[in-house]
């Protein structure tokens, strides 16, 4: 039996699979701490919705009852729409607080309906039977003043925040820049969701920084899309772990 000679290449260990472009690292996060007053951007919206509703219904309506029924139920919905917006700011709603209140309007809203199969029509005040009216004007002047009170918010936010690194935590205050530094090591941060309209809202919460020879922990109260500000700030802690380990 004669020896076969098989000239073969060299074994290449198998191919690993590509390697995705990671991400860049994560340096800092900014953290801004908005006030309640930001909650009441969706009258912004509302004001100047329906400023134009009312500038454009003349058009469209051409009788001057049926108009003036419609301007008035307008102005009723701003209201109302401002009342349950002004209540959002001025208290805090917890989840059983939410709970209880969404039975009420849906009961109210069921016996609205019943009434109304009853009778064939709503037994309840009808809006345009108020006369509350609000002009074209007012309108805009509702969405200037609220579009101001959003602005201060937001240069507030530009002169009092914290910066968070992997080594130190940096509060910055005030228009002279005033700083206060703390150190990271041992830092716990705790985030709650303690109001459900804030939260709805902005998808903002509660963030608690307990840092160690510090009397007192960092609250920070309204923080936007507090879920992804926590898992940054979480993963910046995780690299000043892995280091010291």
Do not use: C
């Not at 996060?29 to 004001?47: C, G």
């Not at 039977?129 to 579009?147: C, D, G, H, N, Q």
């Not at 080594?167 to 990271?184: A, F, H, L, P």
């Not at 940054?232 to 380990?245: A, G, N, S």
């Amino acid at each position: 039996m004669s020896d076969e000679t098989f000239d073969s290449e060299p074994t290449l260990p198998p191919e690993e699979p590509p390697v995705k472009e990671s991400e860049k690292e994560l340096q800092e996060i900014t953290v801004r701490e908005y006030p309640k007053t930001v909650l009441f951007y969706p009258m912004l919206f509302f004001s100047l919705i329906l400023g134009l509703v009312t500038y454009l219904l003349p058009a469209f309506i051409l009788d001057p009852g049926i108009r003036d029924s419609w301007l008035f139920t307008i102005a009723f919905i701003w209201f109302v729409l401002f009342f349950f917006n002004l209540l959002i700011v001025t208290f805090e709603f917890g989840k059983s607080i939410v709970v209880a209140l969404a039975l009420i309007l849906v009961i109210l809203a069921l016996v609205v309906i019943l009434v109304f199969n009853l009778y064939g029509y709503l037994f309840v005040i009808n809006p345009s039977t108020l006369r509350l009216f609000i002009s074209v004007e007012a309108y805009l002047a509702f969405f200037v003043v609220f579009l101001f009170v959003l602005f201060l918010a937001w240069i507030k936010t530009r002169m009092y925040y914290f910066r968070i690194t992997p080594n130190e935590i940096i509060y910055k205050k005030g228009i002279m820049g005033d700083v206060e530094r703390y150190g990271t090591t041992n830092v716990m941060v705790h985030k709650e969701i303690h109001d459900l309209f804030e939260f709805l809202l902005m998808r903002s919460g509660r963030l608690t920084i307990t840092l160690p020879g510090r009397k007192t922990s960092i609250m920070l109260d309204n923080i936007p899309n507090i879920n992804t500000v926590e898992t940054k700030i979480l993963q910046l802690l995780r690299r000043i772990e892995v280091d010291i380990d």
